[in-house]
């Protein structure tokens, strides 16, 4: 199963998302649950700026292959973790609403 967590630890972002220079926001970090055990995939890196990070550091496991592959989304690209490395995949593919497109012919 995958998904995805906001973490406890805040990190600093500039400028504000919600107005000012700098303000502190938690992580949304991409997750995988495996036998009971949450294992923390992490986020493609964010380029830093001045006092803080460009962005909020986002990202989301959306699907598992039998390999134990997985891919998501990280701040509007696609990734793919295998062997515990994350890894981008190129730009989000998006639908005519702004969804997400599912990979129905990735699993192997």
Not at 5 to 12: D, E, M, Q
Not at 28 to 46: K, N, Q
Not at 85 to 99: D, E, K, V, Y
């Amino acid at each position: 199963m995958v998904g995805s967590s906001f973490l406890t630890k805040p990190v600093k972002v500039s400028p504000c998302p919600t107005g000012g220079e700098v303000c502190e926001v938690s992580p949304e970090h991409a997750v995988s649950w495996t036998s009971g055990a949450i294992t923390d995939l992490g986020t493609l890196p964010v380029p830093r700026k001045g006092q803080g990070l460009t962005e909020a550091p986002e990202a989301e496991a959306l699907a598992v292959n039998r390999s134990g592959e997985v891919v998501g989304l990280s701040n509007g690209n696609g990734f793919l973790v295998r062997n515990g490395q994350i890894t981008q995949a190129g730009p989000a593919a998006c639908g005519p609403t702004g969804s997400t497109m599912p990979a129905t012919s990735w699993a192997t």
